[in-house]
Structure formats: structure tokens, C-alpha cells
């Protein structure tokens, strides 16, 4: 059994080469065994949000509060509320922040996952 502690890790700025606007990520827990996993937790204030990216694996959101908008490329973007989960399948080109007029909060279970960083998601695609 593996146990983490939630005062072992602190809350940091979101990474600026990564996100826009105001967020906070957390490293919840990490397992390297066969197949690593690592569990995040992002909070958006409005306007904050990732940059375009994909994922090697699966990664989860799961809405733990306020409300989240997520995207897929060539797609409309989405709302999701507190309790409403997501999966972006591995290769799925995406981003996903608080809305516009909104903050939220999500954890994001990444499953063998490699994340590739892209462009920033412009303000007329954060609008929607």
C-alpha cells in the first residue's frame, strides 16, 4: 500500500510554457510499477487553461468542482460540471480549462501517459 499524503504536496503555479492565464496544478500520487500512473490536481480560475497537447495514454478528468470546458480538435468545446468525467484517448488532440465567467477544479488521471505540448489554445478557440 502506498499512501500520499495531501500536505506532502503543495500547489504550484501552472507551468507558463504549458497553460494560459491563472492555474494551479498539484501532483497528487505516482506509481511507476508496470503501468504508471499520475494523478493531478488543476485548479482554473477564469481564463486559465492548458495549451493544445495529446497524450500517449488515456488521461481522465474527473470535475471535482465549478466548471470545466474541454475541447477536441476540430470539435465544439464542452461544459462540464461538478461530478461530470471525461477521457481524451491517447492521440486525441485537446485542451481543457475553466470557462468563461467560471473557475473549476478537475483531477487528471493520466494512465502511461507522455504528454507532447503544443500551441497555445487562441482566445477566439477559449471563447468558443
Partial sequence: MDIFRNQDSPMH???ATSF???ARTKLLASSENATPVHVYRVEFDEGGRTNWHTHSGPQWLLVVGGR???????QAPVELDAGDAV???????HWHGAPPGARGTHLAVNVNVKTDWLEPVT???YRG
Fill in 20 to 22: 494560459t492565464g491563472p
Fill in 87 to 93: 477521457v481524451f484517448a491517447p492521440g486525441e488532440k
Fill in 123 to 125: 482566445e477566439e478557440q
Fill in 13 to 15: 503555479p501552472a507551468d
Fill in 68 to 74: 470545466i470546458r474541454a475541447q477536441v480538435w476540430g
